[in-house]
């Protein structure tokens, strides 16, 4: 009885093991799996943002928005967005900042220029769309909603690159020391990258708090300084100009504007920018840039 009990034992654990060794070659079968789709690079876009913003008096010296991420091959073009304001948009890639004038050659104390990397642009008129890699100085030159040329000539109120390369690049308005903005590309393949929609967004939320900064220093402004000055009579103390914080916010205009004075009181005109105050009743404005050949 002992055998058989041990031979039927026996007959269980092999007819065990077959199906354990069943199982396991279930297991060890390779599966099949798909292949691997390598990311595609999206389509390349037209961008547009914003050189400035503002009218009149009150200027918004800002690339907006300040900061922005695109795809490698897309065309970024940046317009100006202020009605009388002039600016320009550099790449320097790391390069020396050029001074905003320099003397003639050959010419008086007085007779500056514009130098030309700021005054033109660096793409010749009727040539393709420049890329950039990060490498040498591209730029603008002046931009400005008036034409600067002939009759008929549009203005230079709009400047364009194709991104090439992935990296993070720093850009500046060259007659504006504080201007200054980044633009990183990423590789064509990223997906999560902002829509025009979404910069327009971002433009909007940059430029409505110095807005309302200019709008604050305007009132302030309103409230013009006294003090005695001789023989009973007032001096006067009026911004030509006037800069929030920060710099980017700034009111083109004299505060308070109007002013009423005695005779014999003193003005003293105040200044924290480049401005000047001239009095030229009846006669025409003088222009900024005397162009000479």
């Known amino acids: 009885m002992f055998r058989s009990l041990l031979f039927g034992t026996l007959v269980l654990l092999a007819a065990f093991a077959v199906a354990c060794a069943s199982e396991g070659d279930d297991v060890d079968t390779p599966a099949v799996s798909e292949p691997v789709q390598a990311p595609q690079a999206a389509a390349p876009r ?13 200027s918004v010296n800002a690339f907006l928005p300040s900061k922005v991420t695109v795809r490698v091959g897309d065309t970024v073009t940046w317009k100006l967005n202020h009605t009388g304001e002039l600016h320009t948009t550099h790449f320097l890639s790391g390069g020396q900042r050029p ?12 007779d500056l220029q514009i130098p030309p990397v700021i005054a033109f642009p660096s793409r010749p008129p009727g040539a393709p769309v420049e890329t950039y890699s990060g490498d040498g ?31 993070t690049y720093e850009y500046a308005c060259l007659l504006h020391p504080p201007m200054r903005a980044t633009i990183t590309v ?12 979404d910069i327009d967004a971002m433009a909007l939320a940059e430029e409505t708090p110095l807005r309302a900064e200019i709008a604050r220093v305007v009132e302030a402004g309103q409230n013009v300084r006294t003090e005695p000055g001789p023989n009973g009579t007032t001096i006067w103390h009026v911004q030509a100009g006037a800069g929030g914080i920060p710099a980017t916010a700034q009111s083109f205009d004299f505060l308070a504007k109007d002013i009423t004075i005695q005779e014999g009181d003193t003005v003293v005109w105040d200044s924290e920018m ?20």
């Open 137 to 167: 100085i591209v730029g603008s030159g002046v931009m400005s909603n008036v034409p600067a040329g002939p009759p008929g000539t549009p203005p230079n109120d709009t400047f364009s690159l194709t991104m090439t390369k992935p990296g």
């Open 186 to 197: 990423v590789d064509a393949t990223v997906a999560d990258v902002p829509s025009q929609a």
């Open 46 to 58: 037209e961008l547009t943002l914003l050189v400035g913003a503002g009218e009149d008096t009150v």
């Open 274 to 293: 480049f401005h000047n105050v001239t009095f030229h009743p009846g006669r025409q404005r003088p222009d900024f840039i005397i162009p000479e050949p």
């Open 99 to 110: 001074p905003p004038a320099m003397p003639i050659a050959g010419g008086g104390p007085t």
